[in-house]
């Protein structure tokens, strides 16, 4: 029965099960523009963090849902990737998780990503785009996202 109610450009899917995503308590209306006045996310039990112990392709094991990795700060090359295992019973196959360059870093430098992932890991890589070589503790976020 999906794709059977017309919402003007599309067609809404009736076949989509949970409710829908979206902040419920109270929100500000300005104009004809609705805010919410609260986020989507994470409690902080379900956050935590990590640091690398002894290079930039150490793995590191933190089982929580969403946290901040801390890279060692040993030196990486322009144009050069360095992966590592981010080891986490949180993660389940159909998972996605999901990264963000956030501190410790020259902005712009670096591109991250999941090149790998499976029941409770995944790889993570890091790349330096930045023309030469950089000696930097470099804080991923990560978040994983589950379905269920």
């Known amino acids: 029965m999906g794709n059977t109610k017309s919402i003007g450009v599309a067609y809404s899917d009736q076949d989509i099960d949970g409710g829908t995503i979206g902040a419920t308590t109270p929100s500000t209306i300005v104009g004809t523009t609705v805010y919410a006045t609260s ?5 902080a039990a379900a956050q935590g963090a990590v640091t690398q112990a002894t290079s930039k392709s150490t793995g590191v ?12 700060d040993a030196a990486l090359a322009n144009a050069t990737n360095v992966s590592f295992t981010l080891t986490n019973s949180t993660i ?5 998780v999901v990264l963000s360059v956030s501190s410790g870093a020259t902005a ?3 591109n991250c990503w999941i090149s790998g992932k499976s029941t409770g890991s995944c790889t993570i890589t890091l790349r330096n785009l930045s023309g ?3 000696s930097e503790a470099v804080v991923i976020n990560f978040v994983v ?4």
């Not at 986020?39 to 409690?43: H, L, N, Q, V």
């Not at 389940?92 to 996605?96: I, L, Q, R, T, W």
């Not at 996202?145 to 269920?148: K, N, Q």
Request: net charge neutral.
């Open 39 to 43: 986020e989507i996310g994470y409690s």
């Open 61 to 72: 094991t933190l089982n929580k849902s969403a946290g901040q990795i801390t890279m060692n």
């Open 92 to 96: 389940s196959a159909k998972d996605v």
């Open 108 to 110: 712009g430098a670096y």
């Open 132 to 134: 030469g070589s950089l």
């Open 145 to 148: 996202i589950h379905v269920l």
